[in-house]
T-cell receptor, first 114, second 114 residues
Framework: EPEVTQTPSHQVTQMGQEVILRCVPI?????FYWYRQILGQKVEFLVS????????KSEIFDDQFSVERPDGSNFTLKIRSTKLEDSAMYFC????????????FGPGTRLTVL | DAKTTQPPSMDCAEGRAANLPCNHS???????VYWYRQIHSQGPQYIIH???NNETNEMASLIITEDRKSSTLILPHATLRDTAVYYC???????????????FGKGTLLTVNP
């Protein structure tokens, strides 16, 4: 069964450093998403992406964040200058369509900012 | 999207049916009810979704009341591996708009006991 994959599984970085989290969505999916979950808190939406454009973003997704689909398979989330409060699990998801179609999530990347 | 209300926790004996309730009294006619679960900080896993009719798949059954103000997720024979946080999420059907995100609440922690 096709799955969303994410790398790395765990990323440790120093405050102020740039990080890139990588995702490979399910191959025939067209819509891509990033969510995050701070330890002990809810899963929060960050951004949705379609046709090489951001479709929607949350208040969390400020200028420090960017997304990109650099090739036909990868979908990346970049944090330019990490802060301590960026420490969280980051989940990528993808769906075929947008409206009611099911979003399938990857296993997540645990980001630890020291 | 309509707000959903779930009990914070439930217990179930292994092998018995687990019935997880969800209230969504303000749901509108174009909103689906989705169920996901999250096993110990793994990525959310899709379970099932429905609009008006009851639904069943290999994982679970979804019973939606006739007035659509509440629903119940049924795991027919719970196993220890079903211990997880279960999220009930309402999501609008969109045709050309945005707002494709899933809004997660705190969910119900289901503990399956041996």
């Amino acid at each position: 069964e096709p799955e969303v994959t994410q790398t790395p599984s765990h990323q440790v970085t120093q405050m102020g450093q740039e990080v890139i989290l990588r995702c490979v969505p399910i191959s025939n999916h067209l819509y891509f998403y990033w969510y995050r979950q701070i330890l002990g808190q809810k899963v929060e939406f960050l951004v949705s992406f379609y046709n090489n454009e951001i479709s929607e973003k949350s208040e969390i997704f400020d200028d420090q964040f960017s997304v990109e689909r650099p090739d036909g398979s990868n979908f990346t989330l970049k944090i330019r200058s990490t802060k301590l409060e960026d420490s969280a699990m980051y989940f990528c998801a993808s769906s075929v369509e947008r409206s009611t179609d099911t979003q399938y999530f990857g296993p997540g990347t645990r980001l630890t900012v020291l | 999207d309509a707000k959903t209300t779930q009990p914070p926790s439930m217990d179930c004996a292994e092998g018995r049916a687990a019935n997880l309730p969800c209230n969504h009294s303000t749901i509108s006619g174009n909103e689906y009810v989705y169920w996901y679960r999250q096993i110990h900080s793994q990525g959310p896993q899709y379970i099932i979704h429905g609009l008006k009719n009851n639904e069943t798949n290999e994982m679970a059954s979804l019973i939606i009341t006739e007035d659509r103000k509440s629903s119940t997720l049924i795991l027919p024979h719970a196993t220890l591996r079903d211990t997880a946080v279960y999220y009930c999420i309402s999501r609008a059907l969109n045709s050309g708009g945005s707002n494709y995100k899933l809004t997660f609440g705190k969910g119900t922690l289901l503990t399956v006991n041996p």
